[in-house]
């Protein structure tokens, strides 16, 4: 779903409705919450960026969009976490704006994204307020749910051995939808590439298909870091998501295989097989370059 239609969504699915502050037919407790949402600015709801979560350390990515449609863009915003809207937070922390892409996304398209580590130990809903720092007061709610496992391989998961396709038996027509693709991202399968013990980072991503606002540049990401990883003994792989890269034939079986719930999607997994790091949706080149700078 693009952002365009999740923002309306989004707007209308808070459990006080609408509207924020005008919308109250009750002072709320003064402890919670929803009391920090109704405090005086504009009331507006989260427009998250990921959605496949398990217990641990959850990677939230999220737009904050005004009334007005427009994308609310500040440095840092403040976070809070409860259990409940009217619950009090239990937890504090800040999300940090990363720019989309490597030269920016397209004009009229958001350039950065709030990204935040939340520290969510058990399953089950969260409920979480940001605030974007400076500027005009907006306050923006949302859930996050964590589920028992995720979906797609989680961190510490051996990495499942898809044999990916290749230069060595596919042109890069097949391989990409990319209009400036990256040769050396189809040099190796991801099955090779265990079988070499060697560390790889592979994308899951659809440069022209892609379903959201922010998910065509990740192929552009990966591709920039990896250049900046040359000596490193790291092994940068790309695969599409489509069977012959036509959305109306459905996934391919490499994207079933490793059961992604969405796209696109980004690991790295280390010379053990073991997945040390995976990035659902968009991510930045400082994101991504500062973990294959730990890949092992």
């Known amino acids: ?67 007005q449609g427009r994308v609310v863009t500040r440095p840092t915003a403040k976070i809070w976490i409860a259990r409940a809207l009217k619950s009090k937070p239990f937890a504090q922390t800040t999300a940090k704006a990363e720019p989309i892409g490597v030269n920016g996304n397209e004009p009229g398209e958001p350039q950065e994204i709030f990204v935040a580590q939340l520290e969510l130990n058990e399953a089950g809903t969260y409920w979480v307020l940001a605030e974007p720092v400076g500027g005009r007061k907006i306050q923006a709610v949302g859930t996050v749910v964590v589920k028992d496992a995720t979906a797609a391989p989680d961190v510490g998961a051996a990495a499942v051995p898809s044999k990916t396709p290749t230069l060595a038996n596919a042109t890069l027509e097949q391989l990409t939808t990319s209009t400036k693709p990256d040769r050396e991202l189809y040099r190796s399968s991801i099955a090779d590439a265990l079988t070499a013990k060697t560390p790889f980072v592979v994308v899951f991503a659809t440069p022209k298909y892609c379903t959201s606002r922010t998910c065509g540049p990740v192929v552009d990401v990966v591709s920039d870091v990896r250049r900046r990883h040359e000596a490193d003994g790291i092994r940068f792989i790309h695969v599409e998501i489509y069977e012959d890269n036509d959305p109306a034939k459905g996934e391919n079986r490499w994207v079933r295989e490793w059961k992604l719930p969405s796209e696109p999607w980004v690991f790295l997994v280390g010379a053990d097989g073991k997945v040390e790091a995976r990035f659902e949706g968009t991510a930045s080149v400082g994101e991504l370059d500062a973990a294959v700078a730990q890949l092992r």
């Open 1 to 67: 779903m693009r952002y365009a239609a999740a923002i309306a969504l989004a707007a209308c699915s808070i459990a006080a409705g609408c509207g924020g502050s005008s919308s109250a037919k009750e002072e709320p407790d003064a402890s919670t919450l929803e009391a920090l949402w109704r405090a005086p600015g504009e009331d507006v709801a989260v427009v998250p960026g990921t959605s496949d979560f398990g217990p641990g350390t959850v990677r939230f990515t999220f737009l904050v969009i005004d009334g």
